[in-house]
């Protein structure tokens, strides 16, 4: 079983539309959450970064993290052609020198006109 | 911004060569990553370092060596090129104790013939 479990879609949904995108984890020690967009032939951007459970928002997109459940969401409202990509979760334990991320596998979102 | 520059966007080497994937940052930081991306597999960890000289091994750093001489510099080195590494790789950097803002770079394209 692979400690990060992510969807790979593809993900097609209207311009406009409520998105939800989604990660499962194993690791309970799992202390830091975030989201990377990845553009076609491009490297990964960080979009938003958390270490509690509740909501973060920024702009369309809010971050949920459920520690209790090991899952984590990330939500983009009124969605935009321009958010076509592909969105990796990521999750990280400190050990206080350089922490290790790990990656979900990507789902590929399609925002269609 | 920070930057990451991959000097080598596409890359065709042949079977046995020696390749060298060679990643510059602007920002100072202390830690540096190489992932390798692949379809279904996500990015997985190849090394990183926390400081000049320093290295640790990732997940997956069979075949790969790198070098750290100085601090702005991570080098990736695949000492004999194998079909099985051809892949998207990825350096990334993050300042100290910050693992949770990883910055990447563009991308370097290898396909090994």
């Known amino acids: 079983q692979k400690e990060v479990e992510q969807d790979p879609g593809p993900l097609s949904v209207p311009e406009g539309a409520i998105v939800s995108l989604n990660c499962t984890y194993s690791n309970s020690a799992f202390q830091y959450f975030m989201w990377y967009r990845q553009y076609s032939r491009k490297g990964p951007e960080l979009l938003m970064y958390?270490?509690?459970?509740g909501n973060k928002e920024d702009g369309r997109f809010t971050a949920q993290v459920d520690k209790s459940s090991k899952y984590i969401s990330l939500f983009i409202r009124d969605s935009q052609p321009s958010d076509s990509a592909t969105y990796l979760c990521a999750m990280s334990i400190n050990t206080g020198t350089a922490s290790k991320l790990t990656f979900g596998t990507g789902t590929r979102l399609q925002v269609t006109l | 911004d920070v930057k990451v520059t991959q000097s080598s966007r596409y890359l065709v080497k042949r079977t046995g060569e020696k390749v060298f994937l060679e990643c510059v940052q602007d920002?100072?930081?202390?830690?540096m990553f190489w992932y390798r991306q692949d379809p279904g597999l996500g990015l997985r960890l190849i090394y990183f370092?926390?400081?000049?000289?320093?290295?640790e091994k990732g997940d997956i750093p069979e075949g790969y060596s790198v070098s750290r001489e100085k601090k702005e510099r991570f080098s990736l080195i695949l000492e004999s090129a194998s079909t099985n590494q051809t892949s998207m790789y990825l350096c990334?950097?993050?300042?100290?104790?910050?693992?949770?803002?990883?910055?990447f770079g563009e991308g370097s394209w290898l396909t090994v013939v």
């Open positions: 990334a950097s993050s300042p100290a104790g910050f693992v949770d803002t990883i910055y």
């Open positions: 958390t270490y509690s459970s």
């Open positions: 370092s926390y400081d000049v000289k320093m290295k």
């Open positions: 920002m100072d930081h202390e830690n």
